[in-house]
């Protein structure tokens, strides 16, 4: 059932917005990133996904002729959620590293105290 | 050599020089330099071949990545699409990176780890410009995202100056919020129209929007608008671009955002095609207008000269977002018009700050003054760059300005909407509040009296006046020859945006557009008004002979060093009536301060706004992405 799927990857967009918006750590709004990105990501692969589908490997003659019968999942939206994933990781590593050298500097990571430029 | 291939080569010549950088240049200067200045360069040159074809002749230049052609009306593969529209801010993007490259070589050159900087400038041209001339959505997200990276760790390249690290962290969260939400738009738009391509899309949409599309349509809405640094969106921008090394700032204000702008042209226009929803007009020009004021008047308060600076960039995108919001032929010349000229005078204004920033060694308000007699060639630059950009003739932000001001002013006579009359008091009211503030930093920086730590500052390097000299010249350019910059660049680009079948036709194939019901309107040429040769002339004198007796009259005080015990307090420094101070400088960064007592209440609410904590700003965006989706499923549906 797909419908879970939808409805799986709104609750995890909306927990890491949620996170993002409410707390002051600066490492559980990383994570809460994170959150959002894993979210729309599993939405992309349900977008492309058919049940009962063949893995997509036809000449485009099959297809035109109706030997290939039945459906076969999409493999676009997979490649897009391999880039996506590979992004999504790139941003939690260099997210980190900020903080890290936040945490360097400040000798916080809360975002109440992360606020010398203001105004 | 085949011309279909120059904006792919432009694009990959700049991301390949990245990685060579990083291998060759992180020991030798030279080297480096030698190979940034070289991709710059030669991308420069293989976008500006494109001018004939695209720009005269009005052709679509496309490529198909590994030539993977569509297949039975279907695009599958990755397309690269010239359009006049894409060249308009392809020609831009090239020259603010030569510009900024030129001037990084003086002006970064006494930093450490020079190898990853011209790196990641280079990665950052390279998106940017890949971004631009796309012709797929997908490609572009991730053209968003190597800029954002980019642009991240440009932020934080001086991680020791104070704030860098912090400036980068908010940028990154509220920037991939922003990429968030356009992946999201993306997945829904594909699962709705199976494709990728961006001249299929607009094809298959022109069709009309079902709920989907729609929620697609307010998330990459609101995505391109976080890209862009909309009010309330705006927060990080400020950050970054006062915390950045002064030629990436110039670039972030120059053309990262302007890409966000692309991106919001692009989307509105030619593949969603719901320009003419007055429900999306009237929200994009009230995000537009918030943003222009919420700009200035934050810009007005600021005691630092670059995050002034920043404040103005983003004031000067809400113009911009409002005009290309009004829909119509005229707003859309004036925003594409403004974008260009923003480009201009805010890429050589953040110069003139790095110059004062290199060689007085700060750029606090209160702690310079009197440069001008030490920096004339820079004082000059500047004060070219402030008239620009308040709207001063002749230089190229009156003309775009008038053409706004002009094209709000039309929008409220035909719609018969008062809201339209407010915009266009509240851009003539920003504007006036832009001069007020440019007036303040000149007395602050290059007029008054000089401080007796900078009476040895000398003039910056030819390679950082350069720059400078161009993008001035430039300015005055475009002020003066106005109708030529419409006839060729700005009147081509509007047709391309308006009138999409070209567009669609060369992805897709002959007769696809015509197939979806897609149909050209013939646009004319926008016709100026204002431009009477003799008006300006006289103005010009009228000018040329106050600047005279203003530069006369200050001749005695200028560029004196300041006498021991002069300054106590700026304030009653300002407003001294018969008090003991017989001679002091006048307080520049407080030269308002009379305005902003005044408005108190207001201020308190934008002090308690622009907190500084990561958290408030990310719970402004959720808001802001919540009211777009709102607003565009009750009137688009």
């Known amino acids: ?119 | 050599m085949n011309i279909q291939n120059f904006p792919v080569l432009a694009v990959m010549l700049l991301f390949l020089s990245a990685f060579l950088v990083e291998i060759f240049g992180s020991k030798i200067a030279a080297i480096r330099n030698f190979i940034t200045i070289v991709a710059v360069t030669v991308s420069a040159a293989l976008i500006f071949a494109l001018i004939p074809a695209v720009l005269i002749k009005g052709e679509v230049i496309s490529y198909w990545m590994g030539n993977w052609e569509p297949v039975a009306g279907y695009a599958i593969g990755i397309g690269y699409e010239v359009d006049a529209l894409s060249l308009f801010f392809a020609l831009l993007v090239v020259c603010t990176f030569w510009l900024s490259a030129v001037y990084s070589i003086s002006y970064m050159k006494d930093d450490h780890h020079l190898g990853h900087y011209y790196t990641l400038f280079l990665m950052l041209s390279g998106s940017v410009l890949g971004l631009v001339l796309t012709g797929d959505i997908f490609n572009m997200f991730v053209m968003i995202e190597i800029m954002t990276f980019a642009s991240v760790a440009l932020t934080a390249f001086r991680n020791g100056t104070e704030g860098a690290l912090e400036g980068a962290f908010k940028y990154l969260v509220i920037g991939s919020i922003g990429s968030s939400l356009n992946l999201a738009g993306i997945a829904l738009l594909y699962a709705e129209c199976h494709t990728l391509n961006m001249a299929q899309l607009s094809a298959i949409l022109s069709g009309g929007l079902s709920p989907t599309t729609v929620m697609a349509f307010a998330l990459i809405v609101a995505g391109f608008g976080v890209k862009s640094y909309m009010v309330p969106f705006h927060t990080p921008a400020a950050d970054s671009y006062a915390v950045a090394p002064t030629a990436a700032s110039m670039v972030f204000s120059g053309m990262v955002n302007k890409a966000g702008v692309y991106g919001m042209i692009r989307m509105v226009y030619i593949v969603f095609r719901a320009m003419d929803a007055s429900a999306l007009q009237m929200l994009l020009v009230i995000f537009g207008t918030l943003t222009m004021f919420v700009g200035v008047t934050m810009a007005l308060a600021q005691h630092e000269f670059k995050r002034l600076l920043a404040y103005h960039s983003i004031s000067q995108i809400g113009y911009v977002i409002m005009a290309v919001g009004l829909g119509s032929t005229l707003g859309l010349t004036g925003g594409l018009f403004h974008a260009m000229n923003h480009t201009l005078f805010k890429g050589l204004l953040f110069l003139t700050a790095g110059a004062v920033l290199k060689q007085a060694g700060t750029t606090n308000l209160d702690a310079l003054g009197g440069l001008s007699k030490r920096m004339p060639r820079t004082t000059l630059y500047f004060l070219a760059g402030a008239a620009a950009i308040s709207g001063i003739p002749p230089f190229n932000g009156f003309a775009s300005k008038w053409i706004i001001y002009q094209a709000a002013y039309t929008k409220a006579v035909e719609s018969g909407n008062f809201l339209y009359v407010i915009v266009t008091v509240a851009g003539l009211i920003v504007s006036v509040m832009t001069l007020a503030s440019f007036i303040k930093v000149t007395q602050a920086v290059f007029f008054g009296q000089l401080r007796e730590e900078h009476a040895h500052v000398q003039e910056p390097p030819f390679l950082m006046r350069l720059p400078m000299f161009l993008m001035a010249l430039l300015c005055s350019a475009a002020g003066l020859f106005y109708p030529l910059v419409n006839r060729y660049l700005l009147h081509p680009a509007v047709d391309a945006t308006v009138n999409v079948t070209n567009y669609i036709d060369k992805m897709m194939g002959d007769g696809y557009a015509a197939a979806a019901g897609v149909t050209n309107i013939p646009v004319q040429e926008v016709q100026f008004s204002f431009w009477d040769p003799l008006l300006w002339l006289v103005l010009f004198v009228v000018v040329f002979v106050a600047a005279a007796v203003v530069i006369m009259a200050g001749k005695g005080s200028r560029g004196r060093v300041l006498e021991e015990g002069a300054v106590a307090d700026p304030k009653y420094a300002t407003f001294f009536s018969g008090e003991q101070e017989l001679y002091s400088q006048v307080g520049g960064s407080d030269l308002f301060w009379g305005f902003k007592k005044n408005w108190k209440a207001y201020y308190r609410v934008m002090d308690k706004l622009h907190s500084g904590i990561v958290t408030d700003y990310t719970n402004m965006a959720v808001i802001a992405v919540g009211v777009i989706v709102i607003v565009m499923f009750i009137f688009l549906i």
């Not at chain 1, 799927?5 to 600066?26: D, E, H, P, Q, R």
């Not at chain 1, 049940?51 to 459906?71: C, F, H, M, R, W």
């Not at chain 1, 939206?77 to 903080?99: D, R, W």
């Open chain 1, 1 to 119: 059932m797909m419908i879970v799927n939808y409805i799986a990857s709104f609750v995890l967009i909306a927990l890491g917005l949620y996170t993002v918006c409410t707390k002051k750590n600066l490492i559980k709004i990383v994570l809460g990133m994170g959150l959002i990105d894993y979210g729309v990501n599993l939405l992309i692969v349900s977008f492309g996904f058919n049940e009962g589908g063949t893995a997509p490997i036809y000449q485009l003659s099959d297809l035109l002729n109706g030997v290939a019968s039945g459906y076969f999942v999409d493999p676009v939206p997979q490649a897009l959620t391999l880039t996506s994933i590979v992004i999504g990781a790139c941003v939690e590593a260099m997210a980190l590293s900020l903080v890290i050298m936040i945490y360097r500097k400040y000798r916080s990571v809360n975002a109440d105290e992360v606020r010398r430029l203001r105004g």
